[in-house]
């Protein structure tokens, strides 16, 4: 099957990891699907892509956090699209820094955990049955390694959110472990960006993105966890997967 026959979802395409994820999937010639809560958000990622992929990018707006809303999107991106033979999973926010526990209300915890956890749970439940079964389909999650260790004062809830995203991959790891999809998660211990918005400690997007790519498009291996901890771990860490 060549990249244009494959069509891959790609959950949270419209944020910054997402759409570099999204630019470079299209670049090597897939077609690509996008959901979000936000039309703008859309738009903005249809002039960021390469002019001459615009064919290939299937946007849509849907929320895809509750399981009603994520079967819903299922239903209409099928109807539009015909078929997903792939998933990237890039769900969450950016960042989170509102404070140390005793001053954070029930309310934000669950915005947090809904956010990075429960909607990346709703979408794998609805979208996983789509390729789970097919050898030559993916499944990929990103994940941060927010979730092993609280990144600075203030940034509890990310951490906990982030945390219940990392079991949440090993639970689906452990619980499917002879699915012939590729099920795969790539965890990045370092902050992602635009290339406006890099500073120390950040890989660009755009870097990501083609490393996330040809893991998608080699698909040679299954339930691994790919850490990313410097720049230079975007080639080496795949290539010593043979990927
Ligand atoms: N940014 C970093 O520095 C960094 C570092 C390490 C790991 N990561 C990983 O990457 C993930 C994404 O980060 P990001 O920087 O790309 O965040 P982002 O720019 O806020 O993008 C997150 C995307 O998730 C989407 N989303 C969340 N809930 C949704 C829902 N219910 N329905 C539909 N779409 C939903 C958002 O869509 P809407 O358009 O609807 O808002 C948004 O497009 C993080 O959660 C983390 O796991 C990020």
Redesign the pocket.
């Known amino acids: 099957m060549s990249s244009s026959d494959r069509v891959v979802l790609a959950?949270?395409?419209?944020?910054?990891?997402?759409?570099g994820i999204v630019k470079a999937l299209l670049d090597k010639g897939f077609r690509v699907a996008v959901?979000?809560?936000?039309g703008n958000?859309?738009e903005k990622l249809q002039n960021f892509i390469t002019p001459s992929t615009k064919d290939h990018l299937y946007t849509m707006v849907?929320?895809?956090?509750?399981e009603e809303?994520a079967e819903a999107a299922k239903t209409r991106l099928l109807k539009s699209v015909g078929k997903v033979t792939d998933v990237v999973s890039?769900?969450?926010?950016?960042?989170w820094q509102g404070g140390p526990p005793h001053t954070q209300t029930l309310k934000e915890l669950h915005q947090v955990l809904?956010?990075?956890l429960l909607?990346t749970f709703?979408?794998w439940k609805a979208f996983f049955p789509l390729v789970k079964d097919s050898a030559s389909g993916t499944y990929t999650f990103?994940?941060?390694?927010?979730g092993e260790r609280l990144l600075m004062p203030g940034t509890g809830f990310l951490t906990l959110?982030?945390a219940g995203?990392l079991a949440f991959c090993q639970v689906v790891r452990a619980e499917y472990p002879d699915v012939p999809c590729k099920l795969n998660e790539v965890?990045?211990?370092?902050?992602?960006?635009t290339a406006e918005r890099m500073g120390p400690g950040?890989i660009n997007?755009l870097d990501l993105g083609e490393a996330v790519a040809s893991l998608v498009e080699k698909r040679n291996t299954s339930h691994k966890v790919f850490s990313i901890s410097s720049p230079a771990d975007l080639k080496t860490v795949f290539l010593e997967e043979k990927v």
Request: proline share 0%; no cysteine.
């Open positions: 959950l949270g395409g419209a944020g910054t990891v997402g759409s959901i979000s809560r936000d958000r859309l849907g929320d895809v956090g509750t809303g890039s769900l969450g926010f950016s960042w809904e956010t990075l909607s709703t979408s990103i994940t941060g390694g927010a959110g982030a995203a965890k990045v211990n370092m902050g992602v960006a950040y997007h």
